[in-house]
Nanobody
Framework: QVQLVESGGGLVQAGGSLRLSCAAS??????????MGWFRQAPGKEREFVAG????????YYSNSVKGRFTISRDNAKNTVYLQMNSLKPDDTAVYYC?????????????????WGQGTQVTVSS
């Protein structure tokens, strides 16, 4: 079993920044073998892909809505993935979830992920 714990969410004004963290753990889980992703879900909307990173960190993938503003990174020594969010907009308001991919390369389809965190709320005020 794999546990994911997100942190770093909060309330920020438009134009501000937040850094989300997601710490992974599991007795036999090899964090460095799997891609990781960040997703978000706003009230009344479907979950959407935000960003993904390959097992090594050498490849990243972003949705068009956050490209150029958000940066995903990982520290395999700490079993942690990060999401640096800059130039935040009210439309970025959502619960943000990290997830473990079934594969080594980042993918945008949530069905390609098999472990999910509990989520952290991000609220951007105008």
């Amino acid at each position: 079993q794999v546990q994911l714990v997100e942190s770093g969410g909060g309330l920020v004004q438009a134009g501000g920044s937040l850094r989300l963290s997601c710490a992974a753990s599991g007795r036999t889980f090899d964090f460095s073998s799997y891609a990781m992703g960040w997703f978000r879900q706003a009230p009344g909307k479907e979950r959407e892909f935000v960003a993904g990173i390959s097992w090594s960190g050498g490849s990243t993938y972003y949705s068009n809505s956050v490209k150029g503003r958000f940066t995903i990174s990982r520290d395999n020594a700490k079993n942690t993935v990060y999401l640096q969010m800059n130039s935040l907009k009210p439309d970025d308001t959502a619960v943000y979830y990290c997830a473990v991919s079934k594969y080594g390369n980042a993918r945008a389809n949530g069905n390609d992920y098999n472990y999910w965190g509990q989520g952290t709320q991000v609220t951007v005020s105008s």
